[in-house]
T-cell receptor, first 116, second 114 residues
Framework: EAGVAQSPRYKIIEKRQSVAFWCNPI?????LYWYQQILGQGPKLLIQ????????DSQLPKDRFSAERLKGVDSTLKIQPAKLEDSAVYLC??????????????FGQGTRLTVV | GNSVTQMEGPVTLSEEAFLTINCTYT??????LFWYVQYPGEGLQLLLK?????DKGSNKGFEATYRKETTSFHLEKGSVQVSDSAVYFC?????????????FGQGTTLQVKP
């Protein structure tokens, strides 16, 4: 079974530039998550989709971050404009998550963003 | 709100030593509890989980028991190997008001020396 695919693996940009990350979840997984993992910290949820609807985006800095999940499959996360503090690993995860709210989430390898 | 607290790292052990990584949580309702592991250069992967009080999750020689009375989910292994060197994350999901998202602790780095 193919895992969660993310691209690119690494990205270096200057502050105030924009960047986009792409995620392809495991086939059939209705729920997709984007997490931000700052060095030395645990992952923090940015946004959660159920199919193509947003379930939770309370921690998403909406003045600069945006995300979409068209057709309930692939997703993109965009930052515009980037700040130095956005340097982190951006993780995409997916799960079956239907009625049971505690199913396993499968993670991609992440995109390491460095803002200089 | 719900939260997870892990012991500070790094933890450095010799091969075959006993491992304990402490994890406590704060949550309303009845969350599920997880340990995820991140090996160098790899993504997060589920190590074990427990979905209700007194459940014991186990995998690859690691164990953790869901203790509701102490709100804990400590990770243990009787004899660690060099290959266990990684970052370990305790997490919870579900419970009252949770949409199914995982809430992680800060992670504990384990280094095992031969």
């Amino acid at each position: 079974e193919a895992g969660v695919a993310q691209s690119p693996r690494y990205k270096i940009i200057e502050k105030r530039q924009s960047v986009a990350f792409w995620c392809n979840p495991i086939s059939g997984h209705a729920t997709l998550y984007w997490y931000q993992q700052i060095l030395g910290q645990g992952p923090k949820l940015l946004i959660q989709f159920q199919n193509n609807g947003v379930v939770d985006d309370s921690q998403l800095p909406k003045d600069r971050f945006s995300a979409e999940r068209l057709k309930g499959v692939d997703s993109t996360l965009k930052i515009q404009p980037a700040k130095l503090e956005d340097s982190a690993v951006y993780l995409c995860a997916s799960s079956l998550l239907g009625r049971v709210l505690s199913t396993e989430a499968f993670f991609g390898q992440g995109t390491r963003l460095t803002v200089v | 709100g719900n939260s997870v607290t892990q012991m500070e790292g790094p933890v450095t052990l010799s091969e075959e030593a006993f491992l304990t990584i402490n994890c406590t949580y704060t949550a309303t309702g009845y969350p599920s509890l997880f340990w995820y592991v991140q090996y160098p250069g790899e993504g997060l992967q589920l190590l074990l989980k427990a979905t209700k009080a007194d459940d014991k999750g186990s995998n690859k020689g690691f164990e953790a028991t869901y203790r509701k009375e102490t709100t804990s989910f400590h990770l243990e292994k009787g004899s660690v190997q060099v290959s266990d060197s990684a970052v370990y994350f305790c997490a919870l999901s579900g419970g009252a008001g949770n949409t199914g998202k995982l809430i992680f602790g800060q992670g504990t780095t384990l280094q095992v020396k031969p």
